[in-house]
């Protein structure tokens, strides 16, 4: 006896020394959130509007990359969830390769690509003066267009690799931490990790804004050239460098786990003591969704998984909720990706300060709204349809909010551009040499924004205060860069955006609950699933293109070469910006509370006609007049159809499922006429 004693310690101490053990895995899971999270919801849209300065793309160009990322995690969450769950740790260490990979390619592009040439005025010490020689003006070859195919296809296979290496982050990971630790302590562990979600994007957006404070080349920036220059390019490709360190570091440790560790036996074998009680239809229901556990071919999964997307896809609830949430999966996405550009060019602040607000605002404000989502819904014991009413409630107060994006500013006034060319600068017509639009170093005198200091006709400069002398021929001062529009919306328009992210947000965890008490207990991994499928490929994938489409119809000055290819916007006529960002929120989250509002009438519907009761007594399902309960009342009926079989003690317990409603029915009695209390599940 203590010789088995002795052994079992020996055993367990040789447990907790080894290094792959459970507390060793979840650190280095979290590490992989980090990484996922920063890379995908912090620099991606963080980077955006300086990637289209340095590659000189346009907006609709450069929103495929956050979509790329969306349709990759789409077309693999589901491949991941069934070949990658015989050994879940390598299955997240190759995801965290391909991320790593993905991000590096994302890097590549800025040391294979870059060329200043592209922004002519930040190569060189050329101030574009009046009458003075500018390189690059004669015997133009028009061979190819602004920019570098090049750096397009690199970001694209890098945003690619980053979705495929992000699927099972939070399948193949999520579900080997729930395999090693005890039932009664995992909530801690799935508690810090999504805390730790939370708080990584706004890391990434933080860390971003400091990488672009600093010149793309991490030197010195040529003469003239500072962050508040329209053609300042920061070093956006650090963060991604970042990331590829993280994911091959953590990718790698990840592949030596093995499959099962030890603590895996140990940890069943207390969920079979706490799950002695399970019924045998709840037995089979699990059994339904597992359908990983009996080793079949792809296609015999899919042969399996028919009848069940049949029923989820032919539940009304279920499509009416699911189709009305897309509009909060599109607002998010694309509001996601351009937030920050928005506040670039509607409050004139540099890429580095748009990252910060940005990432102050949208990290909070969604961290707030899901976490009050779910107090609600404790605190207040919603059943089914009862969230899919609030859900509906909540969707017209963020139909309200969306009012905080008519909140804009002046558009820039620019000679030539959107302001008649001024007489008092008429002496530039006698200027030669002038850059073409390829070039914007802007200049400001008496409100007035010129494209250049050529086309203000200014012939001096003094290094030290930045400003152009001798400009329109009459002798006037010139300040580098655009005007100051004077606009003061910046502080209430990041308060509305703080509320418009909290309501939106509110409503996740009543969605899901919603999602889940909405189908059979069988369909319920197969619904979140196709939830998760169905809000990628309609809601984030064309989210960020749509609304970089607007932009793009809202340009004012292109980048255009002499050849009259174009490149990046310029500038963007504000109010055009505001009125797609406005119309975009209003229009999709207006429709997505009326399939809300529908959803919940059919269900609350479903919920109040005859249900069949699946109990070894006969009994009918009936909805009293006036009373939101459900009784079942035992009685002769013809047509009961049944399922399973419960003693007829008191304290039963039965579940009641028809069309994609389910509930909950607990007799206090067998007796005649002894109502029974019924409950959504």
């Known amino acids: 006896m203590e010789s088995t004693t002795v052994v079992l310690s020996s055993q367990k101490e040789k447990k907790s020394h080894r290094i792959f053990n459970p507390v060793f895995y979840f650190i280095l899971w979290c590490g992989c959130i980090i990484a996922q999270s920063m890379v995908v919801s912090g620099f991606l849209n963080v980077v955006l509007s300086t990637i289209q300065v340095e590659f000189q793309m346009s907006s609709a160009k450069a929103a495929m990359f956050p979509s790329n990322y ?5 077309v693999t969450v589901l491949l991941v969830s069934h070949f990658g769950s015989s050994h879940k740790p390598k299955t997240l260490g190759i995801g965290m390769i391909l991320l790593a990979t993905g991000s590096l390619l994302f890097a590549m592009a800025h040391f294979l690509f870059s060329n200043d040439d592209l922004v002519e005025g930040s190569d060189s010490e050329e101030l574009y003066l009046c009458n003075e020689e500018h390189s690059g003006t004669d015997n133009i070859i028009c061979t190819e267009g602004i920019g570098n195919p090049g750096a397009y296809y690199f970001l694209s296979i890098g945003s690619v690799l980053i979705g495929f290496g992000a699927s099972p982050v939070y399948t193949a990971g999520t579900t080997f931490c729930d395999e090693i630790f005890p039932p009664d302590k995992v909530s801690v562990y799935f508690g810090i990790s999504y805390a730790i979600g939370a708080i990584a994007p706004a890391l990434g957006f933080i860390l971003g804004g400091v990488f672009l404070s600093y010149y793309k080349t991490l030197g010195e920036p040529p003469e003239g050239m500072n962050v508040d220059n329209m053609n300042w390019v920061g070093a956006w490709w650090l963060g991604f460098l970042l990331c590829a360190v993280l994911g091959y570091v953590f990718g790698f440790l990840l592949l030596m786990f093995p499959a099962q560790l030890p603590e895996c036996e140990d940890v069943k074998q207390k969920k079979l003591e706490l799950n002695i009680q399970v019924t045998n239809d709840l037995e089979e229901a699990v059994d339904a969704t597992n359908l990983t556990s009996k080793n079949l071919t792809f296609i015999e999964l899919l042969k399996e998984m028919f009848p069940m997307l049949r029923s989820v896809l032919t539940n009304p609830v279920f499509v009416l909720v699911v189709l009305g949430s897309i509009s909060d999966s599109l607002i998010v996405s694309a509001f996601a990706a351009w937030l920050p550009k928005i506040i670039e060019s509607q409050f004139g602040v540099t890429s580095s300060m748009a990252a910060y607000v940005t990432g102050g605002v949208i990290v909070p404000g969604a ?3 899901i976490v009050i989502g779910g107090l609600i819904v404790k605190w207040r014991k919603l059943s089914g349809v009862q969230c899919a009413k609030y859900q509906f409630l909540i969707g017209i107060l963020c139909c ?11 558009t820039l006034s620019i000679d030539g551009v959107n302001a008649p060319d001024t007489q008092q600068c008429s002496a530039a017509g006698s200027c030669t ?20 200091p050529c086309a203000a006709a200014c012939t001096s400069y003094n290094t030290t205060s930045l400003d152009f002398y001798d400009c329109c021929g009459t002798g006037a001062l010139a300040t580098a860069g655009a005007c100051d ?3 003061k919306w910046l502080i209430p328009f990041l308060i509305m955006l703080l509320v418009i992210m909290f309501m939106t947000f509110l409503t996740n965890i009543i969605f899901l609950t919603v999602n889940l008490r909405c189908v059979k207990d069988s369909e319920r991994v197969i619904a979140v699933s196709l939830q998760s499928v169905i809000f990628r490929v309609f809601g984030s994938f064309p989210g960020p293109i749509i609304l970089g489409s607007f932009f793009d119809g809202a340009c004012i000055l292109w980048n255009e070469n002499d050849c009259g290819d174009t490149g990046a916007c310029q500038e963007y006529d504000n109010t055009k910006v505001m009125v797609a960002s406005f119309s975009l929120a209003m229009i999709t989250k207006a429709l997505g509370t009326v399939l809300y509002f529908v959803g919940w009438r059919v269900w609350e519907g479903r919920v109040g006609r005859e249900l069949p009761v699946y109990s070894a007594e006969v009994g009918v399902l009936a909805r009293e007049p006036g009373k939101d309960n459900v009784s079942v009342h035992n009685g002769d009926s013809g047509n009961i159809s049944q399922q399973g079989s419960e003693n007829s003690s008191s304290n039963t317990k039965v579940t009641v499922a028809s069309e994609g409603v389910a509930v909950s029915v607990s007799c206090a009695s067998n007796a005649n006429d002894a109502p029974c209390t019924v409950a959504d599940v």
Do not use: K, M, R, W
């Not at 040499?433 to 250049?452: G, L, R």
């Open 70 to 74: 969306d349709i990759a995690v789409a």
């Open 367 to 369: 961290a707030g709204g």
């Open 400 to 410: 309200i909010t969306q009012l905080g994006f008519l909140i804009h500013c002046p």
């Open 433 to 452: 040499n002038c850059p073409a639009n390829d070039v914007y170093e802007p200049v400001c005198i008496d409100d007035i924004t010129y494209t250049s």
């Open 485 to 487: 529009t004077g606009c």
